[in-house]
């Protein structure tokens, strides 16, 4: 079974020949997109807002990083939930006193 559809293939297709021509623009930015893979990730983007078949987005890194941490966390001991509960209890931070010290 195809995991993309006919239109994601136009649209990715699409967003490659604008970036060939220097057309293609990055979201935020608005910056000139140059690389390829970025291209492709536009394209697919904008089939998956026009309602292609596209599968759906995998995780980012950062919270594969973190729910992978979660698990490795939860079966053993829970000295990390501590620690962390112990930093946001924590006061304010001296430097931000200082600066306040030294306006008067």
């Known amino acids: 079974m195809a995991r993309y559809g006919k239109k994601a293939q136009e649209s990715v297709e699409e967003a490659m020949h604008k970036r060939k021509r220097g057309e293609l623009k990055s979201g935020r930015s608005g910056k ?5 893979k970025q291209a492709i990730a536009i394209g697919l983007s904008e089939a998956r807002e026009k309602g ?6 995998k995780a980012s890194t950062k919270k594969r990083a ?18 962390s509960s112990a930093k946001r209890k924590s006061g304010p931070k001296k430097k ?9």
Request: proline share 3%.
């Open 32 to 36: 000139t997109v140059k690389s390829r």
């Open 52 to 57: 292609a078949k596209v599968p759906k987005k």
């Open 66 to 83: 973190a729910s992978t941490t979660a698990t490795r966390n939860s079966g053993g001991s829970k000295t990390g939930a501590k620690r």
């Open 96 to 104: 931000a006193a200082a600066k306040s010290r030294s306006r008067r």
